[in-house]
């Protein structure tokens, strides 16, 4: 079977570098092409567009993006004129995953969703439709998620989320010397969230530089070509000792004593390896307008965690209260006392855990 599959994040990038390996996994007759990121082409037969380091998060910048849209279309136009497809699985790929599927919709190609976008965050039942109008079968790796796809669409499916099969959890609570603490920062994957992030988290080591002399900080960094960006801003803070990391965010959140993270699936990583976390939220001014005023978005809780329990497991600072010296004194007092901070985690890997082997339920459910 020649299958395309498609993500546009560096999150589904890794989810679905994952899938293709569950997928070789049941048979070595599936052909596997690709359109994502570097994980992805990686485990992919035939690599056919990169999208993963083009995705924005703004509004404008999606209804900009008509270069990249092009390019993309362009790019299966291309692939099909020497390529078959039986199936196509699109992963997340938010702004872009209808104009995908209705490429392939008029091929009658049938498509399958794995991961998908945040609308079901909060209930936009006209956003969700468009996907469940295309999908013949649909994958969640949230409980809410399944239950919110469960009534509109009847193929839809639940086993759990990808994260406990990539990571081995982290029971223990972190051990440092209090003069010398290591602190992970993550700012997301793209320029556009390295500023609404990156000097915000460099503020607030710099003060906690003066508390902890020793502080060490390591900032994993998702692609090599982000390195000039990333080093423009840390050129400013030439007193402050920073390790540029090409390893994996897990280890590096292994051998940390706190993570300063952007929103998004890494908080998740973050509390299955059992490390105090905090948490920054932020969209670009006119796009929070938008969602805020316009488009009447509500959440109680932005990050995961405390959006999955409906609960404040961890400190979330979102929008104008992203402030460097209110985020260092919270830090400093998990550094102080961690374990106070992880007593609710197991209510989080709750709301994650369900079956074993979650990645051959899914690619068994997404070639049957």
């Not at 948490?279 to 969602?291: D, G």
């Not at 995961?304 to 209110?326: A, R």
Request: hydrophobic residues 40%.
């Amino acid at each position: 079977m020649n299958i395309l599959i498609i993500s546009g994040e560096i999150s589904g990038d890794l989810y679905a570098s994952y899938l293709v390996k569950a997928i070789k996994k049941t048979s070595s007759d599936h052909t596997i092409y690709a359109i994502g990121g570097p994980k992805l082409k990686a485990v992919s037969d035939t690599f056919i567009f990169e999208s993963a380091h083009h995705h924005g998060i703004s509004f404008s910048k999606q209804f900009f993006n008509f270069k990249l849209k092009q390019s993309l279309l362009r790019s299966l136009e291309n692939a099909l004129n020497h390529y078959t497809f039986d199936r196509v699985i699109i992963v997340d790929f938010q702004h872009f995953n209808t104009v995908i599927a209705s490429y392939f919709q008029s091929l009658s190609i049938p498509i399958y969703t794995f991961i998908t976008p945040n609308f079901w965050m909060w209930q936009s039942k006209k956003q969700a439709q468009k996907i469940c109008n295309y999908s013949e079968k649909i994958i969640c790796i949230f409980r809410p998620e399944y239950e919110f796809y469960n009534r509109l669409h009847p193929k839809t499916y639940y086993f759990g989320h990808p994260y406990t099969d990539i990571i081995n959890p982290i029971n223990s609570p972190p051990t440092f010397n209090p003069s010398n603490p290591t602190i992970t920062i993550l700012p997301g994957s793209r320029p556009q969230e390295f500023s609404l992030y990156l000097t915000a988290m460099l503020k607030t080591c710099t003060i906690l530089s003066k508390i902890y002399p020793g502080l060490s900080i390591i900032l994993p960094v998702s692609s090599k070509q982000y390195q000039p960006i990333i080093q423009s801003y840390l050129n400013r803070y030439p007193h402050l000792s920073v390790c540029l990391s090409m390893d994996s965010s897990q280890d590096a959140i292994r051998n940390s004593s706190l993570v300063i993270a952007a929103s998004g699936s890494a908080s998740l990583e973050v509390i299955l390896l059992n490390r105090p976390l905090i948490i920054l939220a932020a969209l670009p001014p006119v796009t929070y307008w938008i969602a805020k005023y316009i488009l009447r978005i509500r959440l109680s809780y932005i990050s995961l965690p405390n959006f999955l329990t409906n609960q404040y497991i961890i400190p979330e600072f979102v929008q104008s209260k992203i402030c460097p010296k209110t985020i260092s004194i919270h830090a400093h007092s998990m550094l102080k006392n961690p374990k106070k901070y992880l007593i609710n985690y197991f209510l989080v890997k709750k709301c994650l855990i369900y079956q074993k082997n979650v990645y051959s339920l899914v690619s068994n459910e997404l070639l049957n």
